[in-house]
């Protein structure tokens, strides 16, 4: 047997940080939006007859064959952590060849390891004969990746990898619940852009900043918080009624209210690359992830898009092309 998964990774265009556990529980009708994009996480896995399993994670040059399933799971390789606590989680399943990729930028803020979580836990949940629902597949692969992360995580990411489209994911006392919006893709992929900052960001360090501040009761971290999830309900109406030149002053105050958050969340990258975009005439700039590096998404009209590509590239900062990718 031969299991071939391919997920794409995302970009959050509002409510990052709303997605946690039990900060959505503390915010009003917490809401994040995010659309799925042509930036994919592969996996391939071979059922092999020894009863071995072989492992290798091409991002990490790591390749390495362990004897067999109890072999594997009491391994401490770092590199093959995320795979592991998927393979313990669905127990012995007998020999295997298992090979991972991930197209994402490391630290890129597009949800890269999540995206791949959930590539992984498919591939098996098709070797088994398991089925999972949406919201199943999406909170194990949550929970599977914050036992490799050792600290908080959110949700979002995980639902563009396995329910392709433009998510709204709403949060409340039952967990989340998503719906798939209908959008003019033709309209984002001429409109936007990503931009690679070259400096990786950390998600678990800025969102436990975050986390730690609203359990403290940080009356401003809240505040900002509910003023991004505000934001997020006034994209969701305009998204609806593709009502899009209304995108950019969203997406402007969705800057200001996420750095008010913790200074973390921007960088001097950022702050450079906003200049540079903004002075060659884009429209606006999203942070992605967590910030404090990654990627960046760019807005700009059809018309200067080029322009604003060219003026990143003169200051060394990597512009990406994508797809924003539809149900």
């Given at each position: ?14 409510g ?7 900060i ?38 790591f ?6 399933h ?23 399943v ?6 991972t ?9 597009l ?12 591939a098996?949940l ?42 709204c ?42 986390f730690?501040s ?92 080029q ?21």
């Amino acid at each position: 047997m031969e299991i071939q998964k391919q997920t794409p990774t995302r970009v959050d265009l509002a409510g990052g940080t709303l997605d946690f556990w039990p900060i959505y529980l503390l915010i009003d009708k917490a809401m994040t939006i995010n659309c799925s994009i042509s930036i994919f996480s592969n996996v391939k896995l071979s059922s092999r007859e020894d009863g071995e399993i072989h492992c290798k994670i091409e991002n990490l040059n790591f390749e390495k064959t362990y004897s067999n399933h109890d072999d594997f799971v009491k391994s401490k390789d770092p590199e093959v952590l995320l795979v592991q606590v998927v393979a313990e989680y669905f127990g012995d399943v007998g020999g295997y060849s298992i090979r991972t990729h991930s197209q994402s930028p490391v630290g890129g803020g597009l949800g890269g390891s999540s995206s791949l979580c959930v590539a992984i836990i498919q591939a098996y949940l098709q070797k088994t004969g398991k089925t999972l629902e949406l919201v199943e597949l999406a909170t194990l692969a949550a929970n599977l990746e914050a036992k490799v992360l050792k600290t908080p995580t959110g949700m979002q990411d995980h639902f563009p990898a396995a329910n392709v489209g433009l998510n709204c994911i709403r949060f409340g006392a039952l967990g989340p619940e998503v719906e798939n919006i209908d959008f003019d893709s033709t309209f984002f992929n001429k409109s936007f852009f990503l931009v690679d900052t070259g400096k990786a960001h950390h998600s678990g360090i800025n969102n436990w900043s975050v986390f730690k501040s609203v359990i403290e009761g940080d009356q401003k971290v809240i505040a900002a918080l509910n003023e991004i999830n505000r934001i997020t309900h006034m994209l969701y109406g305009v998204l609806k009624e593709k009502q899009y030149d209304a995108l950019p002053e969203l997406f402007n105050q969705e800057y200001e209210a996420r750095i008010q958050l913790a200074k973390c969340f921007s960088s001097p990258e950022i702050e450079k690359l906003r200049e540079i975009t903004m002075n060659s005439g884009a429209l606006s700039v999203k942070i992605c992830g967590a910030g404090g590096g990654g990627c960046v998404l760019v807005m700009t009209e059809p018309n200067t898009r080029q322009r604003v590509m060219e003026s990143c590239q003169n200051e060394n900062f990597q512009p990406l092309e994508i797809q924003f990718l539809t149900s």
